[in-house]
């Protein structure tokens, strides 16, 4: 009995170490969880699952279930370790491993998971598996029954999709490649800063001074937890060869203040400052924009800027300087703002003092976050990074045309330059941005790191002339490019000359137009362009006209003594019907004429008949029948005699008098 007993109390005590060992584990897990500490929290969440912390090549562990059963773990508690470790690696950025776990979390029939189809669509964006990502979504707003702010996110991501999957067939010209480098060491690696004359970037890379311990739980008598204070530190590195591509690049550390962590650096043209973003590592975190100066060669310790950018109580962060040094450019969460980080902006002068903060507005700032502004002066273009709008997915790049007063929508920048994670933070080596770095995760587990690129660019060059002048050159004629929604616009000059510079082969559309001329469109697809290389010449003449001066089409037959048209009039009516898709501000009437045998009244309907039999033609292939009309004049209007003076038959004339004419009679 004693036996008996003594194996009965040692039973009791296993499971009860069982149970205490899995109640420190999500005690701890979510202490890491709440600190935003998420590495150690999914480990303490693979322990209640007594899973293997390494994750590499993760699979759902054999016998999985039956091994939880096993050993007693409640269903609550797998559930909620199950959805808190997906949670967990998808904030650390291992889309991978979270993608596994949301799976199993969206069989889950408890309502506090019901979010996890969203987050399994997103992991699967993140992952490059669009399709199937879309199926997720689509089976998430299936199920999920609010009409709430992620349903309308859902919905954006299937857009974000679908986007996704046709830019990746269609690459616009950029050559996109990671620094195979050390710059691209342990840590994140991101935001690089070119100035003409130095290159920095930002790194979180381990510092050699050793972490103190930080309490985060004092444990109410059971568990103390506690972490190592980080030696991942973000601060500023400077090349001291200038040149990131190279193989044995070297860098130095900028010594500022070893109490605070530094990030996004920028330089004003004179030299003389410098602006960077800068927090102390506590619970708030917020970061401020700090001022710089060089003082002998070395950089002061930073200070805040001021209250015009730094905002007590919110975040002033990835301040940039306009290479004119007119304008200051940053983001920041303060009020006054359309979402979370917005885009905003302050005249800024030669000894670093600044003007009001002024938001950049509804056309560039979404509900969602836009950070990391860049200006290129000589293409007049904002470039951000935004994940507030469709994309290929998490922050995407976008570009905007504009001078501070005014801006055009923004457009996304496209595959390959964005990716499906995470794309930010700009600088070019010119003015032009033909060729500079941005940072990404696109290839790795967690952290961004260092790209170069280079623009690939197609040259447009042409030339308008008068069809009816010799050739005469047309100044001054409004020549339109459209490749998706962007949409460019220049005049003709004194030779009749035009010319666009483009980064975007996927297909254009080019609209001439001139007063008193009909205007053209060309159109060219994603096969020809990917044929032209880097120039494509455009010549074109265009045809004048005047309101209610006829012009004969000429080669309309119809078949004898009948309105039926021939293969050859219908062929030259779709000529007609281009000048009328091209020119869709114009109305006609379409008219026709015979010559004098048979009967006044004879011709008369039979030119009517002719004249409408055009029109259903037109109307057929789809112009609006409201924009035409249509006459018969019989023989009433001669062009050329139908006898000669001697009285004799003149088939010539009689032939020219045998014709279809249309003519503008209203231009909107």
Known sequence: MKVLKTTLILICLCFSLKAQVSVSNKRIADVYFQNKEYYAAAEYYKKM??????????????????????????????????????????????????EKWYAIATQFSNPKYETSGFWYGECLRANFKYAEAITALEQFL?????????????????????????EM???????????????????????????????????????????????????????????KESPYVNTLYTLTDNNPKNDNVSFKKLELDKKMEFAANTIHPNGDFMLLTGWINKDDKKKSILISKKVNGEWTEPRSIGGEINVNGFNSIQPSITRDGKYLLFASDRPGGYGG??????????????????????????????????YQIGRKALIFSSNGRIGLGGFDFYESEGDFVNWEEPANMGYPFNSAKDDLYFTAMDDEGKEGYISSDRESLCCLEL????????????????????????????????????????????????????????????????????????????????????????????????????????????????AELTSQSKHTLDSLYQIMIDNPKIDIELSAHTDNIGTAAYNLNLSDRRAKSCVDYLIEKGIDDKRMTWKG????????????????????????????????????
């Open 633 to 668: 004049y019989g023989f009433t209007k001669p062009v050329a005699p139908n006898q000669l003076p001697n009285g004799k038959d003149n088939p010539q004339g009689r032939a020219l008098n045998r014709r279809t004419e249309f003519k503008v009679t209203r231009q909107n």
């Open 341 to 374: 980080y917005d885009l905003w902006y302050a005249l800024l002068r030669p000894d670093g003092s600044v003007g009001n903060a002024i938001n950049f507005g509804a056309k560039i700032n979404s509900k969602d976050d836009e950070e990391a502004p860049y």
């Open 142 to 166: 299936k199920n999920y029954k609010n009409k709430d702010e992620l349903a309308q996110k859902a919905r954006m991501e299937i857009e974000s999709c679908k986007f996704a999957m046709n």
């Open 169 to 227: 067939k269609y690459p616009k010209m950029f050559r996109i490649s990671k620094l195979t480098n050390t710059m691209n060491g342990e840590g994140s690696n991101y935001a690089p800063v070119y100035d003409k004359s130095n290159f920095y970037f930002t790194s979180s890379r381990r510092l050699e001074e050793p972490g103190k311990n930080q309490v985060l739980d004092k444990g109410k008598g059971v568990v103390k937890i506690m972490k």
């Open 451 to 562: 790209f170069y690129f280079a623009r690939g660019y197609i040259n447009i060059n042409g030339r308008l002339v008068d069809c009816s002048k010799n050739e005469k050159p047309i100044e001054g004629a409004s020549v339109t490019l459209k490749i998706g929604d962007m949409q460019k616009t220049v005049l003709s000059d004194a030779n009749g000359n035009y010319h666009f510079k483009i980064n975007d082969n996927r297909g254009l559309q080019i609209n001439i137009s001139k007063d008193k001329f009909f205007a053209k469109n060309v159109a060219y697809n994603y096969n020809q362009l990917l044929q032209v290389d880097t120039l494509l010449n455009i010549n074109l003449c265009l045809e004048p006209f005047e309101i209610n001066k006829p012009i004969v089409l000429n080669n309309v037959f119809y078949e004898f003594n009948s």
């Open 49 to 98: 699952l007594q899973i293997s912390p390494d994750s590499l090549g993760f699979k759902v562990p054999y016998s999985f279930e039956t091994r939880i059963k096993e050993a007693k773990l409640k269903k609550d508690d797998y559930e909620y370790a199950v959805f808190q470790l997906a949670t967990s690696l998808r904030l650390y950025k291992n889309f991978t491993d979270a």
